[in-house]
Structures are given as C-alpha cells and as structure tokens.
C-alpha cells in the first residue's frame, strides 16, 4: 500500500459530522511527520466524493485556504451541511467535533 492509499484508508474512515487534523491523519496512516503530505494526498485526491477530503483541517481548526475543490468556503459548507458549527473567529471547536480515531 502506498503512502497516499494509507492516507485515503484513514480518511474514509473519519465519520460525518466529525474532523480530523493533518498531523492526525498522519499519525494514524503511519508516521506523525507525514501532516504536509496529507496536505499533498488530498489535493490530488482521485475520489472527492469517497474520500471526504473536507474532513481534514487544519490543528487550529481551521479549514484549508485552498482547498482543492472549490476553497475554503465549498470545504466550510460541506461541514456545515454535516452538522459542524464554526466558532466565530472560523475555527471548528476540536475538542467537540475531533473524531478520536476509533472506527465502527
């Protein structure tokens, strides 16, 4: 399994209305020190509407400025839409909406 497919695996597994971090999705897909290549992993991801991509914010919370299908605010309404409220200043509250890591 490639790096990326590693990625992918995690990242499908983050249920709705849930986020994960990069440096998150990095440790669980193998190696902490992998945060900047999830980066790179979901902006190419082949499957956006399998691999909820959106899921994945930043560890302040914050979704990404460049997010790769549509920007920040397509990434903002599609979390919207699963029930994620932003706090004012645009971040996500991760101590309520972190998904822990553990699967069904």
């Not at 980066?39 to 899921?55: K, M, Q, S, T, W």
Request: glycine share 10%; proline share 6%; net charge positive.
């Amino acid at each position: 399994m490639t790096t990326f497919e590693k990625i992918y695996s995690v990242v499908k597994q983050i249920p709705k209305g849930k986020v994960a971090t990069y440096g998150l999705v990095a440790t669980i897909a193998g190696n902490p020190r992998w945060a900047r290549v999830v980066g790179y992993a979901l902006h190419v991801n082949p499957e956006p509407f399998i691999i909820p991509c959106h899921r994945v914010v930043n560890r302040e919370g914050r979704v990404a400025p460049a997010f790769a299908f549509g920007g920040e605010g397509v990434q903002r309404a599609l979390l919207e839409n699963e029930g994620i409220i932003f706090e004012d200043d645009g971040s996500i509250d991760l101590k309520k909406y972190c998904w822990n890591g553990e699967t069904k």
